[in-house]
Nanobody, 114 residues
Framework: VQLVESGGGLVQPGDPLRLSCVAS????????MYWVRQAPGKGLEWVSS????????EYAPSVKGRFNSFRNNARNVLYLQMNNLLVEDTAVYYC????????RGQGTQVTVSS
């Protein structure tokens, strides 16, 4: 099983950014998928969930209305479109097979700073 995130970087407040996660080693289209994040000095925080067919999504209150999770099951890719980024969105972002983040990838760093 492998989850490989990409797309992170340094952006300014208000900028957009899209993260990707390529999955392999399991039947991606059968699973709910999740994004979690870890800010400096803090624990893992659930960000979003998406059902296997991509028709149901859930978001943490802190990102609802700004972030959008979607997936391409034909390519085994999970995405997180992040809009209107805030300084407090700075974190390492992980895709995961569970909401706690226990089964997550290596992460991609997102830094929001002016």
């Amino acid at each position: 099983v492998q989850l490989v995130e990409s797309g992170g970087g340094l952006v300014q407040p208000g900028d957009p950014l899209r993260l990707s996660c390529v999955a392999s080693g399991f039947t991606f289209s059968d699973d709910w998928m999740y994004w979690v994040r870890q800010a400096p000095g803090k624990g893992l925080e659930w960000v979003s969930s998406i059902n296997p067919v991509g028709t149901t999504t859930e978001y943490a209150p802190s990102v609802k209305g700004r972030f959008n999770s979607f997936r391409n099951n034909a390519r085994n890719v999970l995405y997180l479109q992040m809009n209107n980024l805030l300084v407090e969105d700075t974190a390492v972002y992980y895709c995961a097979r569970d909401a706690s983040g226990a089964r997550r990838g290596q992460g991609t760093q997102v830094t929001v700073s002016s």
